[in-house]
């Protein structure tokens, strides 16, 4: 279980987090939505502490992990899968590089599992016998989906997804709303799902979250946001420019 | 006297910036040192390093070497036969190679060629989120991406050094000899009677210092990158920069203690 305790973060003179709270409940999807550039990558960045909040606490299995020397961190982020907005792919590696590299690094397997675990990681993403391309020769939705293969590698106990269907056609964001959905059931995970696509958002998420002005302004299940009347989820759900989310 | 106290103002801060960019470097150094100790060691990422650093170098530092042995022994030869020493031209390119020119020129080359690669290279890597995605898999950085740069950097540059030594005395013996009509006897004689074991021997230990400063600089500068594709030029830039002057500063100490 992952919590969330007043966190505040500020670049400069910039306040991007401003006390968030936000408890993550275990085994079930949450999704974070909330205005493009509002926070939503650097919160998940301060989930597996690749960032340091200038005040506040993440506890990660009552573990508060702000304070965490390295090696302990180390440990702890053994847990996590994370998917990057961008990917972030290792492209010096051949896509089968990048999706054995978590298996690699933190497993014992042999060689001949890793490949099996590879080649069902990326058919599962519908790429199925690309390993031996360079992350350069794919595009944009195919890294992502490379980078959700090797994301969820290992089964980790919990996964990250920054964006996991931006920039996928309709019947590839289908696919992969169901892959999210069959892995979170099928292993238990809890993930965390940051989404700008409201349809997505709906069927994937346990629970859904709101970031505005860098606090979380509404929480609940896809029913209670659906029928929610603050302003802010109004608008942001109807897509208007009229509204407390201003566009400048 | 506001001008006068803005401007020591600036002075102050911009050497408190410096003092403090040197000592993250060395925490970055001691980081190093410490996971190099630590097994198991990435032999596959570090042979690819030396491949990258010291093979595919060869070319520029052998034209340098070369083309500096003789323009040295051309130079001398002007000076020398002012005082009918013409004999003694093959012991100084000998000795300025081995003790200066060798280490110095083939580590300026190699930061251009490999420092700058490093800066670049990790650069990208932290403004694309690599190096995080790196630290998330639980695979420590500075042991997938530095340790090996920095051993392939200080194995590699004294190895280039051998080369650039060798073929500049070389160089310096086809102007010196055919050109200038030195005896060929004489020319090798002289270079082993002034040069010591001890002159290349402290050459090559200046070599493999300059080449841990332009890995750990050009490391270092790529992996504090911030700002997208100019931030990645910043960096590459003032890698060249600040480990070109860094190596011709720590020369001059260097010089002072050994020789
Ligand atoms: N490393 C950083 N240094 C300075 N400012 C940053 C940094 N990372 C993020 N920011 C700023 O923090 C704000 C929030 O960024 P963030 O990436 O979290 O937005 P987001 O909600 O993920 O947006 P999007 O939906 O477009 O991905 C932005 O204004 C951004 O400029
Ligand atoms: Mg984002």
Redo the contacts with the bound molecule.
């Keep these: 279980m992952i919590k969330i305790v007043d966190l505040h973060k500020s670049?400069?003179k910039?306040k991007?987090l401003d006390g968030v709270n936000l408890e993550i409940e275990e085994g079930k999807t949450t999704v974070i939505i909330?205005?493009?550039?509002?926070?939503?990558?650097?919160?998940?960045?301060h989930i597996i502490r690749l960032?340091k909040p200038d005040s506040g606490h993440v506890l990660v299995d009552g573990t508060d992990i702000t304070k965490l020397n390295d090696k302990d961190l180390n440990e702890i982020r053994k847990k996590f899968g994370v998917l990057f907005?961008g990917a972030a792919l290792f492209d010096s590696m051949t896509v089968g590089e990048n999706v054995a590299f978590p298996l690699k690094e933190q497993t014992k397997m042999k060689d001949s599992e890793i490949r099996k675990i590879v080649a069902d990681r990326l058919r599962a993403v519908g790429l199925t016998g690309i390993e031996e391309k360079m992350p350069s020769e794919l595009s944009g939705g195919m890294r992502k989906r490379v980078g959700l293969a090797r994301a969820i590698a290992m089964h980790p106990e919990i996964v990250l997804f920054?964006?996991p269907t931006t920039g996928l056609d309709p019947i590839m964001t289908e696919a992969i709303d169901n892959l999210i959905i069959d892995t979170q059931k099928n292993f238990n995970l809890t993930s965390i799902v940051?989404s700008?696509d409201v349809e997505s958002i709906f069927k994937v998420g346990h629970k859904i979250a709101m970031?505005h002005e860098g606090k979380i302004v509404e929480y609940g299940t896809p029913e209670e946001i659906r029928e929610s009347r603050n302003p802010v989820l109004v608008q942001f759900l109807s897509g208007s420019t009229e509204g407390p989310i201003k566009i400048i | 006297m506001n001008r006068a106290s803005t401007a020591i103002d600036n002075l102050g801060r911009s050497v408190l910036r410096n003092v403090e960019e040197m000592g993250r470097i060395l925490l970055l150094f001691i980081s190093v040192l410490s996971w190099m100790i630590r097994p198991p060691l990435k032999l596959r990422l570090i042979f690819k390093q030396m491949e990258f650093v010291g093979v595919k170098s060869i070319f520029v530092v052998v034209l340098t070497g070369i083309f500096t042995g003789m323009v040295m022994a051309l130079q001398g030869y002007h000076g020398f036969r002012m005082f009918s020493a013409e004999s003694l031209v093959g012991s100084t390119v000998a000795l300025g190679m081995t003790r200066e020119l060798g280490p110095v020129l083939t580590s300026l080359m190699v930061t251009a060629r490999a420092g700058s690669a490093m800066a670049a290279e990790l650069g990208t890597m932290r403004v694309t989120e690599q190096i995080d995605a790196l630290s998330v898999m639980a695979a420590n950085p500075v042991k997938h991406l530095i340790v090996p740069r920095v051993i392939a950097g200080v194995l590699m540059v004294p190895v280039l050094t051998i080369v650039a030594d060798f073929v500049g005395i070389l160089g310096g013996y086809f102007v010196g000899v055919p050109v200038l009509g030195i005896n060929s006897g004489i020319f090798v004689k002289n270079i082993t009677r002034y040069v010591d074991l001890d002159d290349i021997y402290n050459g090559l230990i200046k070599a493999a210092i300059f080449g841990l400063i332009l890995s750990l600089i050009g490391c270092y500068k790529g992996f504090n990158t911030?700002g997208g594709a100019e931030g990645v030029g910043k960096a590459t830039t003032e890698a060249v920069v600040l480990a070109s002057i860094s190596i011709l500063i720590s020369d001059y100490f260097l010089t002072a203690i050994m020789f």
Aim: charged fraction near 20%; hydrophobic fraction near 35%.
């Design positions: 670049f400069g910039q991007v909330g205005r493009s550039g509002g926070g939503k990558s650097v919160l998940l960045k960032l907005q920054d964006e940051i700008h970031l | 911030s």
